[in-house]
């Protein structure tokens, strides 16, 4: 079912002036060449996500101070590329941690729900959900609210990752962008793709992991490779943005002292990979059961996340480092006088703490990223594998717990996100250490093997062949070949935006249709509006008769007029009908394509790639033959006809459909045989499917030798 929103006449007028601009100036762009088309998207994608971050940084920052820091009285550790390395600071009011945790969870839950529910949660898990399903979909106000909510949430001391609320904005203005310059599915996915990858790059100061991530992270098993240059150009541009405020040094400082000497170290590492891939599957399996847990718990949605604050507010007292993003804690573990200072008893109770925290948080409907407390968890989990082993004081240990704490950042949170390389990169940029690669290539892959298929991000698709897309794409391949505009049909209806609801509900049942593209006064596309999609009167604001044009679905797909036929397949698959308007250059209607003309379309296609077959074969030639009423072919089965050898039939077109015939094909009459065969044996075809008295007659008079 599709729902529509009434939108104020302002914000539709603004909306519709901001697509209109937009194509103006960036129109050209869509049937540019890739490389062309992508240093322009991903610049403005990256600045974009630039801009988005450095809001959302200073927005926390903001929220931390007066939530968490003034009104708790607990200021969290810092690291050393964020104000410089400072231990967390004793709790001056005990009471108020909990109740400012869940007040802020309160305030993020009435954002989230009132105003844009898909700001819930994760929003990585959103944004690829969105690559793989509607490229176009995302709404502007998510920004704003995610923005909002997010810094609450975690300014006030819940436990969540600011990567997902940047990669949230970013992957938003992808798909606005996308849908304001009417680009192909593909290219809107990867306009996604680009601003997830562009808004980690900037907030983990980490361009190359963020711009590979944004190409790993959508599949479990794939890569989606077309997305790797935009995803490069929108990173560091991104970087650059957010860096001219904030700097470009690494998070947790420059980490180099250690460097990989002895092959024995290898077995440390070994099994510090099998723990922090364990610890990857209990973050997962701990978070999603949190939030089955939560759904099922009957109290308003708003107040679920007040609930889980007050719980993490309380386990905060215990365990500070699981307040707010933890990455203060993770600085402090890589000191190894502090982390030998600290009780045994809290170092190994940092990890799992900060899962149930976690999962508390963004579980009940919280707003934040579990990419950051990921890689808090690993980090633990390496600092608490190397305390143990110094304690026992065991060979081959080295001096200092860096190595283990970036090595179980890179294995905990790489193995369950199916990120591996990405986060090995980000790392690397994030503690400044490139000395690490081979410990982190051992462990990583072992964690990998311990995960299996468990995944954090339940929006990811296994590989290519399960995207729809994809799917679409290699299974029909020659859809590329085919112009839309050859197979679009004319609208048979196209609705004014000035029209009234009543009246464009009495024009669909004249023309007996489901739904209509709507343009404006200048006949510029502004969305669609379908039947189910119209909200009933008594929902209406405060019209008597609500215009077209302030219910038409403006996140409608549409494909372009000089694309072709794969385009229209993805279009159609992730659309909420059966039909998608085709738009020219200036955005007006000009045709529409459904399912009906995709199959015309496809046929098409297959016709002319079998006559290509035919003049590329050496020595042959395609011929093809319509059945007659008295052939000898007539309800014969392929295997039992008398071909002359080298001969195949290709296709039968039967009633407007292609068939591809086998052994058990039975022609019938009107069929058309596409049969490829060599030159001189066409005339026992002709023989086969045509009339005897006229192949007779063409033949002189006497059969050929194939059929006596």
């Given at each position: 079912m599709?729902?529509?929103?009434q939108?104020?006449l302002?914000?539709?007028r603004?909306?519709?002036r901001?697509?209109?601009?937009t194509?103006?100036?960036?129109?050209?762009l869509?049937?540019a060449?890739y490389?062309?088309?992508?240093?322009v998207?991903?610049?403005?994608?990256?600045?974009?996500?630039?801009?988005?971050?450095l809001v959302?940084?200073?927005?926390l920052?903001?929220?931390?101070?007066y939530?968490l820091?003034?009104?708790?009285?607990?200021h969290?550790?810092t690291?050393?590329?964020?104000?410089?390395v400072?231990?967390?600071?004793g709790?001056a009011r005990?009471?108020?941690?909990?109740?400012v945790?869940?007040?802020?969870?309160l305030?993020?839950?009435?954002l989230?729900?009132?105003l844009?529910?898909?700001a819930?949660?994760h929003?990585?898990?959103?944004?690829i959900?969105?690559v793989?399903?509607?490229p176009?979909?995302?709404r502007a106000?998510?920004?704003?609210?995610?923005?909002?909510?997010?810094?609450?949430?975690i300014?006030?001391?819940?436990?969540g990752g600011?990567e997902g609320p940047?990669a949230?904005i970013s992957?938003s203005?992808?798909?606005?962008l996308?849908?304001?310059l009417?680009?192909?599915?593909?290219?809107?996915?990867i306009?996604?793709?680009?601003?997830?990858a562009?808004?980690?790059?900037a907030?983990?100061r980490?361009?190359?992991?963020?711009?590979v991530?944004g190409a790993e992270?959508?599949y479990r098993?794939?890569?989606?490779?077309?997305?790797?240059?935009p995803s490069v150009?929108?990173?560091i541009v991104a970087f650059?943005v957010?860096?001219?405020?904030?700097?470009?040094?690494?998070?947790?400082g420059?980490?180099t002292?250690y460097?990989?000497a002895h092959?024995g170290?290898?077995?440390?590492?070994?099994?510090?990979?099998l723990l922090?891939?364990?610890?990857?599957?209990?973050?997962?399996?701990?978070?999603?059961r949190?939030?089955?847990?939560f759904?099922r718990?009957r109290?308003?949605?708003?107040g679920?996340?007040a609930?889980?604050?007050?719980a993490?507010?309380?386990l905060?007292?215990?365990?500070p480092?699981?307040?707010?993003?933890g990455?203060?804690a993770?600085q402090?573990?890589?000191d190894?006088h502090?982390?030998?200072?600290?009780?045994?008893?809290?170092v190994?109770v940092?990890?799992?703490?900060?899962?149930?925290?976690?999962?508390?948080?963004i579980?009940?409907?919280?707003?934040g990223?579990?990419?950051?407390p990921?890689?808090?968890?690993?980090?633990?989990?390496?600092?608490?594998?190397?305390?143990l082993?110094t304690?026992a004081?065991l060979?081959?240990?080295?001096?200092?717990?860096?190595?283990?704490?970036?090595?179980g950042?890179i294995a905990?949170?790489?193995?369950?996100?199916?990120a591996?390389?990405a986060?090995t990169?980000?790392?690397?940029?994030?503690?400044?250490?490139?000395?690490?690669?081979?410990?982190a290539?051992?462990?990583?892959a072992?964690?990998?093997?311990?995960?299996?298929d468990a995944?954090?991000?339940?929006?990811?698709?296994?590989n290519?062949?399960e995207s729809?897309?994809?799917?679409?794409?290699?299974g029909?391949?020659l859809?590329?070949?085919?112009?839309?505009?050859?197979v679009m049909?004319?609208p048979r209806?196209?609705?004014?935006a000035?029209?009234?609801v009543d009246?464009?509900?009495a024009?669909?049942?004249?023309a007996?249709?489901?739904?209509?593209?709507?343009v404006?006064?200048?006949?510029?596309?502004?969305?669609?509006?379908?039947?189910?999609?119209?909200?009933?009167?008594?929902?209406?604001?405060?019209?008597?008769?609500?215009?077209?044009?302030?219910?038409?679905?403006?996140n409608?797909?549409?494909v372009?007029?000089?694309?072709?036929?794969?385009a229209?397949?993805?279009?159609?698959?992730?659309?909420h009908g059966?039909w998608v308007?085709?738009?020219?250059q200036?955005s007006r209607?000009v045709g529409?394509?459904?399912t009906?003309d995709?199959v015309?379309?496809?046929?098409?296609?297959l016709?002319?790639?079998?006559r290509?077959?035919g003049?590329a074969?050496?020595g042959?030639?395609?011929v093809e033959?319509?059945?007659s009423?008295?052939a000898?072919?007539?309800?014969?089965r392929v295997?039992?006809?008398?071909l002359?050898?080298h001969t195949?039939?290709?296709?039968?077109?039967?009633?407007?459909?292609?068939?591809f015939a086998d052994?058990d094909t039975?022609?019938q009459?009107?069929?058309?045989?596409?049969?490829?065969?060599?030159?001189?044996?066409?005339?026992?075809l002709?023989v086969?499917?045509?009339?005897?008295?006229v192949?007779?007659?063409?033949?002189?008079?006497?059969?050929?030798?194939?059929?006596?």
């Amino acid at each position: 079912m599709v729902v529509v929103t009434q939108l104020p006449l302002r914000l539709l007028r603004a909306r519709q002036r901001v697509r209109r601009t937009t194509n103006r100036a960036l129109g050209r762009l869509r049937t540019a060449p890739y490389i062309r088309k992508w240093l322009v998207l991903g610049v403005l994608i990256g600045v974009v996500a630039g801009v988005g971050a450095l809001v959302f940084y200073s927005a926390l920052q903001a929220a931390t101070h007066y939530l968490l820091g003034s009104a708790g009285g607990f200021h969290p550790a810092t690291t050393a590329g964020e104000g410089g390395v400072h231990p967390a600071g004793g709790f001056a009011r005990r009471w108020a941690v909990p109740v400012v945790v869940g007040a802020g969870g309160l305030v993020s839950g009435l954002l989230v729900f009132l105003l844009a529910p898909e700001a819930e949660g994760h929003g990585t898990d959103a944004a690829i959900a969105a690559v793989h399903h509607n490229p176009t979909g995302m709404r502007a106000r998510v920004t704003a609210v995610k923005i909002v909510a997010s810094a609450v949430t975690i300014g006030s001391g819940g436990s969540g990752g600011r990567e997902g609320p940047t990669a949230q904005i970013s992957a938003s203005f992808g798909s606005m962008l996308a849908r304001a310059l009417n680009l192909s599915p593909a290219d809107a996915r990867i306009a996604v793709s680009t601003g997830i990858a562009s808004g980690i790059g900037a907030i983990f100061r980490a361009p190359l992991g963020g711009a590979v991530l944004g190409a790993e992270i959508v599949y479990r098993d794939d890569v989606e490779t077309e997305a790797l240059v935009p995803s490069v150009v929108a990173s560091i541009v991104a970087f650059a943005v957010f860096g001219s405020v904030y700097g470009y040094a690494p998070i947790f400082g420059y980490h180099t002292e250690y460097r990989f000497a002895h092959a024995g170290d290898l077995a440390w590492f070994a099994m510090l990979g099998l723990l922090a891939g364990g610890m990857g599957r209990l973050y997962a399996s701990t978070f999603y059961r949190v939030n089955a847990a939560f759904r099922r718990l009957r109290l308003p949605a708003a107040g679920k996340p007040a609930l889980a604050g007050l719980a993490v507010g309380a386990l905060g007292l215990a365990v500070p480092g699981v307040l707010g993003t933890g990455y203060g804690a993770v600085q402090q573990t890589l000191d190894a006088h502090r982390l030998t200072e600290a009780t045994l008893a809290l170092v190994l109770v940092l990890p799992f703490m900060k899962i149930l925290a976690t999962s508390l948080t963004i579980g009940s409907g919280g707003s934040g990223g579990i990419f950051g407390p990921g890689m808090v968890i690993g980090g633990a989990t390496g600092a608490a594998v190397w305390r143990l082993l110094t304690d026992a004081q065991l060979p081959l240990v080295p001096h200092t717990p860096v190595p283990y704490v970036i090595v179980g950042m890179i294995a905990c949170f790489g193995s369950i996100a199916h990120a591996p390389l990405a986060v090995t990169l980000m790392v690397a940029e994030m503690t400044g250490s490139l000395s690490l690669l081979a410990p982190a290539m051992v462990a990583i892959a072992l964690a990998i093997l311990v995960v299996g298929d468990a995944t954090i991000y339940r929006s990811q698709l296994r590989n290519r062949a399960e995207s729809p897309a994809h799917r679409l794409s290699l299974g029909l391949p020659l859809a590329a070949t085919v112009p839309i505009a050859d197979v679009m049909a004319t609208p048979r209806l196209v609705l004014r935006a000035s029209a009234t609801v009543d009246e464009a509900l009495a024009a669909l049942d004249n023309a007996h249709l489901p739904g209509a593209p709507v343009v404006n006064g200048d006949g510029a596309f502004i969305g669609s509006l379908h039947r189910d999609g119209v909200p009933p009167r008594e929902q209406a604001e405060d019209d008597e008769a609500p215009t077209v044009g302030r219910i038409a679905d403006p996140n409608a797909i549409t494909v372009a007029a000089d694309g072709h036929l794969d385009a229209a397949l993805e279009a159609l698959a992730v659309s909420h009908g059966d039909w998608v308007p085709v738009l020219d250059q200036t955005s007006r209607v000009v045709g529409i394509i459904g399912t009906g003309d995709l199959v015309r379309g496809y046929q098409l296609a297959l016709r002319a790639s079998i006559r290509r077959l035919g003049r590329a074969a050496k020595g042959s030639i395609l011929v093809e033959h319509t059945v007659s009423d008295a052939a000898p072919a007539i309800g014969r089965r392929v295997a039992d006809l008398s071909l002359p050898r080298h001969t195949v039939i290709v296709a039968v077109l039967r009633h407007g459909a292609l068939l591809f015939a086998d052994a058990d094909t039975t022609l019938q009459p009107g069929d058309t045989v596409s049969a490829l065969t060599r030159i001189g044996d066409e005339p026992v075809l002709r023989v086969l499917f045509a009339d005897p008295i006229v192949a007779a007659d063409e033949t002189g008079g006497q059969p050929p030798d194939a059929l006596i």
